[in-house]
C-alpha cells in the first residue's frame, strides 16, 4: 500500500482475530517505530510483544492490579480485566522511557512514543493488519509498569491490540475544514 493511501484510510477495528503479524511484518513495524521523531536522540521508548499464552500472563498482571486498584471488584470485572489481552492474537505494549533531561521534558518523550506507537498503527495497516490503541487506568498503574519491568518513572502509552479484522467499522468522510486555520496574522 502506498503511504498516502495508509496514512487516509488507517482507522481501528476491535473485532481481531488470526493471523497476528508475522516475524519479518512485526520487524517491519519495528523499524516504523523507531523512525519516530525524537528530541536529542533519547530514543525513549520501549516495546514489548505479547502473543500466545503470554497474554494470558499479562491478564494477570491487569487482574492483580484491578484487585489492588479496587478491593470490591467482582468475579465479573476480574475476570473481564483478565480477558482482555485475548481480543488480539498480539499486543504491542509501547512504553516511554522517560529520562530527565535539560532539553526534553517529559512530555517530548511521551509524544515521541506514542509517535513510535502510531507508526506501528501505520505499518500494520499498511501490511494488512488491523488494530487498536487502548489505554485505560492500567496505563497508569504502578503495579502494571512494575510487573513489567517498567520504572515508575516510566509511563505506558498505550497497548496495541494487532491482528487480523474480522470485520471494519464505516466511518463517516472525514471533513478535515473545521480543524484547519489559515493564519495570516
Ligand atoms: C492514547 C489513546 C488511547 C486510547 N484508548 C482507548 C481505549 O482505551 N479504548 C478504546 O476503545 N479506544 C481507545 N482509543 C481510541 C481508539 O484507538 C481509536 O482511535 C478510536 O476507536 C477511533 O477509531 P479510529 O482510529 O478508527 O478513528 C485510544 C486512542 C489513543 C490515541
Not at 528530541?39 to 491487569?62: M, Q, S, T
Not at 518523550?109 to 487506568?137: P, V
Request: aromatic fraction near 6%.
Amino acid at each position: 500500500m502506498d503511504a498516502i493511501e495508509a496514512l487516509v484510510t488507517r482507522k481501528s477495528s476491535a473485532k481481531l482475530t488470526t493471523p497476528a503479524p508475522g516475524k519479518e511484518d512485526l520487524k517491519i513495524m519495528m523499524q516504523a517505530a523507531v523512525r519516530a521523531p525524537d528530541h536529542c536522540r533519547l530514543r525513549p521508548w520501549r516495546f514489548i510483544v505479547v502473543e500466545g499464552d503470554a497474554r494470558e500472563k499479562l491478564g494477570g498482571i491487569f487482574e492483580e492490579a484491578l484487585k489492588a486498584r479496587d478491593p470490591d471488584a467482582t468475579e465479573a470485572m476480574l475476570q473481564k480485566e483478565r480477558g482482555k489481552p485475548l481480543r488480539a492474537p498480539m499486543v504491542i505494549v509501547v512504553i516511554a522511557r522517560i529520562e530527565e533531561h535539560p532539553k526534553v521534558p517529559k512530555v517530548e518523550q511521551i509524544l515521541s512514543a506514542g509517535a513510535a506507537a502510531q507508526n506501528i498503527m501505520l505499518a500494520a495497516h499498511a501490511l494488512g493488519y488491523a488494530g487498536i490503541w487502548r489505554t485505560g487506568k492500567t496505563c497508569f498503574d504502578p503495579k502494571v509498569n512494575a510487573a513489567l519491568g517498567a520504572s515508575e518513572t516510566d509511563q505506558i502509552v498505550g497497548f496495541l491490540y494487532l491482528g487480523t479484522a474480522e470485520r471494519m467499522p464505516i466511518l463517516p468522510d472525514e471533513s478535515v475544514d473545521e480543524y484547519v486555520e489559515i493564519w495570516d496574522g
